[in-house]
């Protein structure tokens, strides 16, 4: 009898633990079930408002163009002052086409407001310097050869002439061992890397590509806190074509756009005591603090005791048609941003001006 009692509290505990362990992992089950249910609703959820906010930025960009296709049909010129470059202009476009979630925000800014690398080498097929463009180049690198908070480490290879030399043999359409000058680099130098790469020899299709130039290093290309670095003021756009299938980089910047280093390398040395005085007065005259009209080619000259400056008529212009455009979505706390960059186009049978993609890219 005792033994049977025995067995049957045996029994019973052995079905009691199987029962502890079947509600256990049931138990564990669920939860992992309601965590991943849960994840995947976030992760929709997550899905559907990136592609909202991508669908947004989009429209946005579409938005730009317009902006910037309106403004050709009114005037050939482009000044901060049109009302593409005004944050408050741009607000009410916007503000006529409300989301039902969220925000957009745009900014538009002149891509040939700055330095643009591709003309340094007379194209196409050129194996010479632009000599306009290289006392340019110069005068742009001596700007940050003179900065002392940017800390940079100028080795001999980064050196002004040593950059110069090394970006000309990067992009002209030779490649043997007629470097330029003493410190130039071709495909037998680049080969010694690890790893090894061959020279572009040809025009430069993004600017990162500059990072892979002898003597342009990550500090003198990104910057630091204290100063932005080079690549903030260089553009690879700027493209026009030539006859039949060829192409030229005119390499001419708008003197109304164009950012402080890049005002200092246009500036002539006996004039570069100026720069700091003539970018304040631009941004004044921008404002409406000024008389002077910037949409007059030579409204430098009408500033008082400016009418001596003299600039390289190579490198200036007063208008632009190529154009970058940030376009950021938010919603519910996230966001996301299209950076376009756009060049007004006129059609071909109306001549109506419009836009085209020259790049595109979400982050």
């Not at 969220?102 to 310097?129: H, M, R, T, W």
């Not at 970018?279 to 000259?301: C, H």
Request: proline share 5%; net charge negative; with cysteine.
């Amino acid at each position: 009898m005792g033994a049977g009692l025995r067995f049957i509290r045996d029994q019973r505990g052995v079905a009691l633990l199987i029962t502890l362990s079947v509600t256990t992992l049931l138990v564990t089950m669920a939860l992992e079930y309601n965590r991943r249910a849960r994840y995947a609703v976030i992760a929709a959820a997550a899905a559907r408002d990136y592609l909202t906010m991508t669908e947004m930025a989009s429209a946005g960009v579409q938005v730009a163009m317009a902006i910037l296709a309106k403004d050709k049909a009114q005037n050939d010129t482009d000044t901060p002052m049109d009302d593409w470059a005004d944050p408050v202009k741009i607000a009410e476009v916007l503000a006529a086409y409300p989301f039902e979630a969220g925000q957009l925000s745009l900014v538009i800014e002149d891509e040939l407001g700055k330095i643009q690398v591709n003309a340094l080498v007379n194209q196409p097929n050129g194996q010479q310097f632009n000599e306009s463009q290289r006392t340019l180049w110069e005068r742009f690198l001596q700007y940050y050869g003179d900065r002392k908070e940017l800390k940079l480490d100028l080795r001999d290879d980064s050196e002004p002439q040593a950059i110069l030399n090394s970006l000309k043999d990067w992009m002209d359409s030779g490649d043997d061992d007629a470097i330029t000058g003493l410190s130039g680099a071709e495909t037998s130098y680049y080969r010694d890397r690890e790893p090894p790469y061959p020279s572009r020899n040809g025009p430069l299709t993004d600017l990162s590509e500059l990072l892979l130039v002898k003597g342009i290093t990550p500090e003198l290309y990104y910057g630091t806190r204290e100063i932005p670095g080079i690549a903030r003021y260089l553009t690879v756009y700027g493209m026009d074509p030539g006859e039949g299938t060829s192409f030229t980089f005119p390499g001419r910047i708008n003197l109304t756009t164009a950012e402080l280093p890049v005002l200092f390398a246009l500036m002539p040395s006996e004039n570069r005591d100026l720069v700091e005085t003539i970018d304040e007065l631009r941004r004044d005259i921008a404002a409406g603090k000024q008389t002077v009209d910037l949409k007059t080619p030579n409204w430098l000259n009408q500033i008082p005791g400016m009418a001596d400056i003299k600039l390289d008529p190579k490198l200036i212009t007063m208008s632009s048609d190529t154009f970058r455009v940030e376009s950021t979505a938010a919603l519910h706390d996230a966001t996301t941003t299209i950076t376009a960059v756009v060049q007004r186009v006129p059609a071909a049978q109306s001549g109506k001006w419009g836009c085209r993609l020259l790049s595109w890219q979400v982050q």
